[in-house]
T-cell receptor, first 109, second 115 residues
Framework: GQNIDQPTEMTATEGAIVQINCTYQ??????LFWYQQHAGEAPTFLSY??LDGLEEKGRFSSFLSRSKGYSYLLLKELQMKDSASYLC??????????WGAGTKLIIKP | ETGVTQTPRHLVMGMTNKKSLKCEQH?????MYWYKQSAKKPLELMFV???????ENNSVPSRFSPECPNSSHLFLHLHTLQPEDSALYLC??????????????FGPGTRLLVL
């Protein structure tokens, strides 16, 4: 079966750095997406990786290793507004997104 | 504000009611999706439409009936729902189905409670 694993919850301190990991087993691979979802709101797109390596976008970076079935989202200079759930999703061979259950990130002052 | 809108934002219905959820996208996209989001569970894909044609139906019970009259509008018709159908229903759209241009943009969702 297809599976996406990510930690259920993480806690970090304002101003610090946090890394949210995602491992996947899917039938085929056509890219990996990260989304941010604040409580009661829609998921919003953060990043897309299809090739191995690091993609940097401001305070957020996303890394992919296809051989290891692994990705991480790195958040730097954490702000209180970064408290949210972070969703990892992989596009499989049928171009469907397979979603993880999300990582709830709690930022403390 | 995203380019995908959904109405209503909140809905309470009895098990014998019939209601419809509406989604509209202003992004010029060709694909539209319905998802169900339950607490602490992954997003569940329900239906996919590409150029108004349904391309995916993920074994969704017949009490959920989608309709896509054009590439900008998507409806989800609900009838004789069960309490376990209570969830957040999200609509999304993407330019195409695959790759980077398959990036999905979500509406705010309809919070549904079935009594």
């Amino acid at each position: 079966g297809q599976n996406i694993d990510q930690p259920t919850e993480m806690t970090a301190t304002e101003g610090a750095i946090v890394q949210i990991n995602c491992t996947y087993q899917t039938s085929g691979f056509n890219g990996l997406f990260w989304y941010q979802q604040h409580a009661g709101e829609a998921p919003t797109f953060l990043s897309y990786n299809v090739l191995d390596g690091l993609e940097e976008k401001g305070r957020f970076s996303s890394f992919l290793s296809r051989s290891k079935g692994y990705s991480y989202l790195l958040l730097k200079e954490l702000q209180m507004k970064d408290s949210a759930s972070y969703l990892c999703a992989v596009m499989d061979s049928n171009y469907q997104l397979i979603w993880g259950a999300g990582t709830k990130l709690i930022i403390k002052p | 504000e995203t380019g995908v809108t959904q109405t209503p934002r909140h809905l309470v219905m009895g098990m014998t009611n019939k209601k419809s959820l509406k989604c509209e996208q202003h992004l010029g996209h060709n694909a539209m999706y319905w998802y169900k989001q339950s607490a602490k569970k992954p997003l569940e894909l329900m239906f996919v439409y590409n150029f108004k044609e349904q391309t995916e139906n993920n074994s969704v019970p017949s009490r959920f009936s989608p309709e896509c009259p054009n590439s900008s509008h998507l409806f989800l018709h609900l009838h004789t729902l069960q309490p376990e159908d209570s969830a957040l229903y999200l609509c999304a759209s993407s330019q195409e189905l695959a790759g980077a241009i398959g990036t999905q943009y979500f509406g705010p969702g309809t919070r549904l409670l079935v009594l």
